[in-house]
């Protein structure tokens, strides 16, 4: 008997995701194995992923390069040459698995990007430079690698590779069909993680303006593809004044992020906002060495305390 299933084995990253692994795991059950990569949940993780089949591995975390996706895809036993890359709070459409089933046959491709539409607040964000966004999900294991941007060192920003890039020599194509973004949790865990992100972004600021950026990336290039333009303008946005109310003005009305209604001028103050803590992350590595005070400024009011309190008795 053949089996209908498609041979990409699926890589899912996963911390506490309770909320999303049901979705995400049901949308992925075309592939011929999947991965739940974890990182020692505490919820409930584990047992949806064992009740949906999935292969469950533990990742831990040295602090040091690489992350959880690079480390996956150099010690995993895959049994299938294409893999998939999905996060906990994306679904795979039958549409895009059919499309995927025919890509991955075609042997002039090492890669395909997918293209993502994020829903926030029930309402899909289909402006404000938020759509199209294209990710390079599906390609052949062997060959691809996410770039290091070279921010390990920087606390809190957590075990998996954030908005790094994968780096594939070869052709790579574009699929039609979207996968969707859709997170099940509440603002608490958007807003958690996007202080997160924040750490990771102003490391990323500094090291571009410090020229720490160009080794094992992507590269940037205003002639290359979608990702390398991006990461080109990003080398100008660095250097800008008043980055907050640009970030605003650029997703709500050159964007046309109005036009998704209060949901889009609410993900809009938002990114105001994600960008302001960038620049005061930033600042804080530029001039306190990555923390709210530096230890010699305290070190030197400890001293002045001593003094006041042996001047008067205390």
Known sequence: MM??????????????EEANLPACLASVQRADEVFVV?????????????????NLVQFNFNGRWPKKKNWSLENLPFRNEWIL???????ITP????????????????????????????KWIRHGGKYPDWNLRLFKHKVGRYENLNTEDIR?????????????????GYLKYDMLHEDFRDMFHWLERHNRYS???ARVYYNILTGQDKNAT?????????????????????????????????F?????????????????????????????????LRSCNGQLNTAKKTEKTQSTFKQEASQTGV
């Open 199 to 201: 750490n990771w972004e």
């Open 218 to 250: 992507i590269g940037a290039s205003l002639f290359g593809d979608a990702v390398q333009r991006k990461r080109f303008l990003k080398k100008i946005w660095v250097r800008l004044p008043f980055k907050p109310l640009l970030r605003f003005i650029l």
């Open 95 to 122: 549409e895009l698995w059919d499309e995927i089933a025919k890509a991955i046959e075609n042997p002039e491709h090492e890669g395909y990007y997918l293209n993502r539409r994020v829903f926030f607040l029930g």
């Open 85 to 91: 890359i999905v996060d906990c709070d994306e679904r």
């Open 252 to 284: 709500y009305i050159l964007q046309r992020g109005f036009l998704d209604g209060k949901a889009g001028y609410t993900y809009g103050r938002l990114l105001s906002q994600y960008e302001y803590q960038i620049g005061v992350k930033l600042y804080e």
């Open 38 to 54: 974890d990182s020692q949940s505490t919820d409930k993780s584990a047992e949806i992923v064992q009740n949906y089949g999935a």
């Open 3 to 16: 089996s209908n299933k498609i041979p990409v084995s699926v890589i899912i990253p996963a911390k506490n």
């Open 156 to 172: 809190n920003t957590g075990d998996n590779e954030v908005h790094e890039h994968v780096i594939l020599p070869g052709k790579v």
